[in-house]
């Protein structure tokens, strides 16, 4: 039954949206009808494997609780399995905003992944969505110490650092992170544009109060982060700059 879902679930990737949903659902009644035979208890691994497909099918489906549900199922019989944890991070973060599940699993896999600097990135990004703004600061510096990282790795954590510091209410340093984006951003291509996805960040930051002040600051350095081309970026991160580098008026 298992191989049936995956062909429903191939068939669904070849077809259009109105009918990959009809083989999608056939694809989930095969994974089930398949965890009928291979249970967790007798066999846990041809379980896990196909919770996987499960969870795949319900990603597809954009039926995140199940999704999530499935690829914590996985993570039982395989906790360093990839896929699963980053997929279950991705949904945690961007889709159901359960920022401390998404915190947790980030921190497991950097804490297995030391050097790979995805994992490093995407628990920085963590912290800003969990309130911890100073850790996260450090945690970017701490990062940005290895000399392996790619130019795209940089800009990422550029971003994450300047929020950081802007929702610690330091404008100036804040700014001095601008410049130096806009120096790595003038060495990319034209056509350069950052592909990290930072829609839990801006689901935090619309649902915070501890961050009205600077919102406007942060939504548009976001919408910089989001043009589609080196120059676009540069121009908007100009812009941001003049309201950060104002004193700011104390009554009295």
């Known amino acids: ?21 009809n083989f999608l659902g056939k694809a989930v009644d095969a994974y089930d009808k398949a965890l009928q035979v291979n249970t967790f208890s007798a066999f846990p691994q041809d379980w896990a494997e196909i919770q996987a497909a499960l969870a795949d099918t319900y990603y597809q489906f954009e039926n995140w609780v199940d999704a999530i549900n499935s690829y914590n199922n996985v993570l039982k019989v395989r906790p360093q399995d990839a896929h699963a944890l980053k997929q279950a991070v991705k949904i945690y973060q961007n889709e159901v905003f359960d920022f401390e599940a998404a915190f947790r699993l980030s921190q497991q896999w950097a804490e297995r992944n030391p050097t790979d600097p995805q994992a490093q ?57 601008i410049d130096l984006l806009i120096k790595d951003l003038a060495e990319r291509p034209t056509n350069y544009y950052v592909t990290w996805d930072f829609a839990g960040i801006r689901h935090f930051l619309a649902n915070n109060e501890k961050l009205s002040r600077h919102r406007v ?12 081309n080196r120059e676009q970026i540069i121009e908007k991160l100009r812009e941001i700059k003049g309201p950060l580098t104002k004193p700011i008026k104390i009554n009295g």
């Open 121 to 177: 990135i995407g628990f920085a990004d963590k912290h800003f969505s969990t309130g911890r703004f100073y850790d996260g600061v450090k945690l970017v510096g701490a990062i940005l110490k290895n000399q392996n990282l790619s130019a795209d790795d940089r800009i990422v954590l550029r971003g994450i650092e300047f929020i950081n510091l802007l929702a610690l209410d330091q404008p100036n340093a804040a700014v001095d992170i």
């Open 217 to 228: 600051s942060l939504n548009k350095f976001l919408d910089a982060l989001a043009e589609k």
């Open 1 to 21: 039954m298992a191989n049936i879902g995956q062909t429903y679930q191939n068939l669904a990737k070849a077809s259009s949206h109105a009918t990959a949903a």
